[in-house]
């Protein structure tokens, strides 16, 4: 191959490459059925600020629900923050009711945040999903 091929091949293959990432964003919808809804009571243990959708993890001590960690992703951080939230808004340590959307694969200890309540001083922060 020569020099010219070799090029257009290299150029191939970076174009395709970045396409990946747009190619394995989804819907909401196409993981999480909206309609479809639990809660938890827990306390933060870990934020994932981070694209493409942060995560929200709880430590939950019900045995009735499940102890053990529990997990809801949200939206990508930038759509929190041009809503005004910071990820300084999530702490740890803070107990809170995460309401989250089921996923539709049925695994436990997961959803898409819907809601989260804040049992320090009963605020809430409704987050919406999609067109919702």
């Not at 010219?4 to 993981?31: D, M, N, Q, W, Y």
Request: hydrophobic fraction near 40%; charged fraction near 25%; include cysteine.
């Amino acid at each position: 191959m020569n020099a010219r091929g070799k090029g257009v091949l290299l150029a191939f293959c970076l174009v395709a490459t970045a396409a990946v990432p747009v190619l394995a964003h989804h819907s909401i919808s196409a993981e999480f059925d909206p309609s479809k809804e639990f809660s938890v009571d827990g306390v933060i243990s870990q934020v994932d600020w981070i694209n493409p959708h942060i995560a929200v993890h709880v430590m939950v001590k019900d045995e009735k629900v499940g102890a053990g960690d529990w997990s809801c992703e949200g939206s990508p951080p930038a759509t929190y923050r041009r809503a005004g939230l910071q990820r300084s808004d999530f702490k740890i340590g803070e107990e809170v009711t995460l309401t989250c959307a089921s996923p539709k694969d049925g695994s436990k200890r997961w959803g898409f945040l819907k809601m989260i309540k804040y049992h320090s001083d009963g605020h809430v922060l409704v987050l919406r999903i999609g067109g919702e």
